[in-house]
């Protein structure tokens, strides 16, 4: 089947703009996980859900991101305001169970100018 | 200190070595993913493992839980594996994945 997808696959934004990216997990899939990549870095946590419910949002900068998974599916990923350092490749993955094999996404890369 | 490190930071090696890349971690972990990253590409998962070995193609993944360390293995290297290889291990109580910075993997034809 369809692996992970993600949407949009470039953003601009203008500073102070808000932003919504999109995770479309494998179906089927009870747990999906949000991390930010800076360039030349390996990604960071952002936060993970188990079906709709967010278990872990420990690794959201600033409480400019938040994220929602209200059908247990697809989620978005909001980043209200963004600030040039918000610019980083946004990576989703799902996984059938929470410690099992992650499966990514290709990745949002946002640029703030 | 980082709780995932990656050596080497970037490896050069001529088709058809042999390459090893490795991985070690300080703290407790239930598994660990190797990952691969093209350039401008998404992350594709290689392996995850959380003891002994296992092997995939050309690519063999070994871990000691003991020594909190792994390694990726590449047999008879090709250009085609120049990527960026990433270890990620699972720390915690909520399915975090700790990620090491990766190393960038480049096969000279």
Redesign the interface.
Known sequence: GAGVSQSPRYKVAKRGQDVALRCDPISGHV?L?W?QQAL??????LT?FQNEAQ??KS?LPSDRFFAERPEGSVSTLKIQRTQQEDSAVY?C?S?FA??????????TRLTVT | KNE?EQSPQNLTAQEGEFITINCSYSVGI??L?W?QQHPG?????LF?LSSGKKKHGRLIATINIQEKHSSLHITASHPRDSAVY?C?A?TGA?????????ITLSVRP
């Open positions: 747990s996980f991390y030349g870095q390996g990604p960071e946590f993970y278990l872990d690794g990576l993955a996984s929470g410690s099992g094999e992650q499966y990514f996404g290709p990745g | 995932v239930s598994a993913h990952l590409g998404g992350i594709v998962s995850m990433i990620a699972y909520n399915s975090k994945l700790t990620f090491g910075k990766g």
